[in-house]
T-cell receptor, first 111, second 111 residues
């Protein structure tokens, strides 16, 4: 069966520090991979998605970037965090563009 | 762009039925989904409906789709305190695009 792991689960970082959130999927090949952010009262915002290694689509201009160095690995990064980057980050995967399977989320607090 | 809208809050008593409503704009949506998010966790797929269906029932859950009005609803029969969560409606947009989510409806169940 397929599983998705993301870490760390909780992160507290100062403004201006770097960020790296990692997500891996097991049990499937060539999945579509996604990073969403959930801010209070704003629902789910799609940040990036990837249909293959090295292929990244950015949905919203951000202080963030994403990379897919391996087929089942998706990384969300920032060189310098802003206060507005605080939120709950969710990684997800799908086969094609249908049903999404989500990780447990990473809560980022920028102070 | 395409949009999905849902009311933000719903409060019911234990044992009552809950009805969560959603409207979407993309008439080409092939599948529509309901996800549940418990506090501090990722999203889990509850149920989905194909666009050529009017209704789908799965135990306590009933999904109704009015394709003409682009209106989707989720009915939870005999609502329990464990049903307290955020419920997201999502539509599969145009081919080759990611799911579009609503802002989520927070369901509060009181005993």
């Amino acid at each position: 069966s397929q599983t998705i792991h993301q870490w760390p689960a909780t992160l507290v970082q100062p403004v201006g520090s770097p960020l790296s959130l990692e997500c891996t999927v097991e049990g499937t090949s060539n999945p579509n991979l996604y990073w969403y952010r959930q801010a209070a009262g704003r629902g789910l915002q799609l940040l990036f998605y990837s249909v293959g290694i090295g292929q990244i689509s950015s949905e919203v201009p951000q202080n963030l970037s994403a990379s897919r160095p391996q087929d089942r690995q998706f990384i969300l990064s920032s060189k310098k965090l802003l206060l507005s980057d605080s939120g709950f980050y969710l990684c997800a995967w799908s086969e094609g563009y249908g049903e999404l399977f989500f990780g447990e989320g990473s809560r980022l607090t920028v102070l | 762009g395409e949009d999905v809208e849902q009311s933000l809050f719903l409060s019911v008593r234990e044992g009552d039925s809950s009805v969560i409503n959603c409207t979407y704009t993309d008439s080409s949506s092939t599948y529509l989904y309901w996800y549940k998010q418990e506090p501090g966790a990722g999203l889990q797929l509850l149920t989905y409906i194909f666009s050529n269906m009017d209704m789908k029932q799965d135990q306590r859950l009933t999904v109704l789709l009015n394709k003409k009005d682009k209106h989707l609803s989720l009915r939870i029969a005999d609502t329990q305190t464990g049903d307290s969560a955020i419920y997201f409606c999502a539509s599969a947009g145009q081919a080759g695009t990611a799911l579009i989510f609503g802002k989520g409806t927070t369901l509060s169940v009181s005993s």
